[in-house]
């Protein structure tokens, strides 16, 4: 995707709102707004947006458990599947 075809400025927004939103749910691409020919905002459907923020989350419990084994906080498989079975038949 080049973001240079998704650049529009305020005014189109303003004036084609319907129209923007019908393309964005469609393409799911995003749009860049320009305010006085500078970058403002950028705008998309919430799928999207919820699709990114779903792999942001990810992402930081990723870097989390990367600085957790770089700490040397592990512990080995088969002591975790040992801790949460006796859990289990604690609960039970």
Do not use: C, W
């Amino acid at each position: 995707m080049k973001y240079s075809d998704r650049i529009k400025p305020i005014s189109y927004l303003k004036a084609h709102a319907a129209d923007v939103v019908r393309e964005l749910t469609e393409r799911r691409e995003p749009m860049i707004i320009t305010q006085n020919g500078e970058a403002r905002l950028v705008v998309q459907d919430v799928e999207s947006y919820e699709q990114t923020q779903e792999t942001l989350a990810l992402l930081k419990i990723l870097a989390l458990g990367t600085q957790q084994i770089d700490a040397g906080r592990v512990t080995p498989a088969v002591e975790a599947f040992r801790r949460v079975r006796k859990r289990q038949h604690e609960g039970s």
